[in-house]
């Protein structure tokens, strides 16, 4: 459809009060968000052990990014860059815990054991892609886990853009437990109870659960534009799940390697029957789907055993390739080539590139970091690789990828190592010392690219 018809047919559906159907050129959107899935997880980036045949036919049939970075090595400040286009250094939420203010709560550790700790949350006047892309006439949703409202119950959702809700806050201690099987879950602001897994009973996988609410928003929102984002606790440890039948009979696997690898398997299940029920409903030509990781493997994941980080140095935790490094996958048949492209991006981007797709660049915020990367969705190209992308846990790590560089430091009041990443991705050899003009410009340009932060206060600042 030609820009000036789809305008007019836009402001047509206004006067009418009707919001205008998706198109193939402004499509529905639907974001699929791993947690804590490794680099190397799937069949399609390398993975030799664990199934997962239909997020590998999105790679097959879709566009793959081999250097796509989230947001940082942890959730909350991966998804809060995600969420807002900054990047870790100008976010509200820089780590999972804040040093100072914020407010204090309940956190369970995965043996069931709660400590106090302080964080923070989104606030009224964050901009978010809901916010963006609601404001251009799409309704939204955020199916699971948000992780962005820290202690206070009116930072969910609901409350920052999103029209509708289905999943658990941090503000709810009880609502994410037991995890993987729940008994309580937030629709909105409201607390319902999943009766079937009553007293600890295993009988509906959180995943399950997940994917139902965000198929019922599909059928309630098939003739208008949508944007879903659905963001999966998978693989995300404790390692909870009963159904491990695709490994049993890989007898040399330790049990927390076979329900590792189930939880992915299971997740790419369910990612089958959304694909399923988008092209039944006539929507796969007139949905864009992504799908990435909030992060890299975790600690607990068996890194070796199933090589999830491909190698990569690092984890979850660290700005280490292994930690930072996801995959990325974008498909919308008859619009998205087959094709494997190696430009930078990063989380950041997310905010004006669908801002592009819903032709809501008007109502993006004043300040992103990020830059539209939607031409390398449809086979174009963008030049991404000359502006340099920054990551830092405040006071403790941070990290810059510049052109064909990368210098980093994972602890506090270390030197920054330098690698020439894309010869060296696996941060083998540190250059520093042979680069010292270099690495000073890539100091100064670190320092350009945050602002302090009350929240998380540096010494000097």
Request: proline share 7%; with cysteine.
């Amino acid at each position: 459809m030609a820009a000036g018809a789809l305008l007019a047919q836009q402001a047509q559906a206004q006067a009418d009060g009707a919001a205008p159907s998706a198109t193939p050129e402004r499509p529905n959107i639907i974001f699929i968000l791993a947690d804590d899935m490794g680099y190397g997880d799937l069949a399609c980036y390398g993975n030799r052990y664990i199934k997962t045949p239909n997020i590998d036919r999105l790679a097959a049939t879709g566009t793959t990014f081999t250097q796509a970075y989230a947001g940082s090595g942890i959730s909350s400040p991966s998804r809060c860059s995600l969420m807002t286009g900054r990047n870790s250094g100008n976010t509200r939420i820089r780590d999972n815990q804040c040093y100072t203010g914020g407010l204090t709560g309940l956190k369970i550790n995965p043996r069931g054991d709660t400590t106090i700790v302080r964080r923070a949350n989104l606030l009224p006047q964050d901009t978010t892609l809901a916010t963006v892309v609601g404001a251009a006439g799409y309704r939204t949703c955020l199916v699971n886990k948000w992780h962005l409202d820290g202690y206070d119950p009116q930072a969910a959702p609901n409350h920052r853009g999103f029209d509708e809700f289905y999943g658990w806050t941090i503000s709810t201690v009880h609502s994410n437990a037991p995890y993987y099987y729940p008994y309580y879950r937030m629709h909105g602001d409201s607390l319902v109870n999943i009766s079937e897994n009553e007293h600890d009973a295993h009988v509906r996988h959180n995943t399950e659960i997940s994917t139902d609410d965000a198929l019922q928003f599909i059928h309630r929102n098939q003739h208008r534009p949508f944007f879903l984002f659905l963001g999966y606790d998978a693989p995300h440890e404790p390692y909870n799940i009963d159904d491990t039948s695709w490994y049993d009979e890989q007898g040399q696997w330790s049990d927390n390697t076979k329900r590792y690898a189930a939880l992915v398997t299971h997740m790419d299940y369910h990612i089958g029957r959304l694909l399923s029920a988008l092209s039944a409903l006539g929507l796969r030509e007139k949905t864009l789907v992504i799908f990435a990781s909030d992060n890299g493997a975790a600690v607990m994941a068996p890194l070796e055993e199933l090589n999830c980080g491909a190698g990569l140095k690092g984890r979850k935790g660290q700005l280490y390739e292994g930690g930072i490094r996801v995959p990325l996958i974008v498909n919308q048949p008859g619009r998205v080539p087959a094709r494997q492209v190696d430009n930078l991006v990063y989380f950041p981007d997310f905010m004006p590139t669908l801002a592009a797709l819903a032709n809501a660049g008007q109502h993006l915020p004043q300040k992103t970091d990020g830059m539209d990367i939607s031409p390398l969705f449809f086979g174009g190209e963008a030049d991404t690789d000359s502006r340099p992308l920054y990551w830092e846990f405040p006071g403790k790590q941070r990290a810059l990828r510049w052109q064909g560089w990368k210098a980093v430091s994972v602890k506090r009041g270390a030197p920054l190592e330098l690698y020439r990443i894309k010869e060296d991705p696996y941060e083998e050899h540190n250059v520093a010392g042979q680069h010292p003009q270099l690495l000073q410009q890539m100091e100064q340009m670190m320092r350009q690219l945050r602002t302090p932060s009350p929240l998380y206060p540096i010494d000097g600042e």
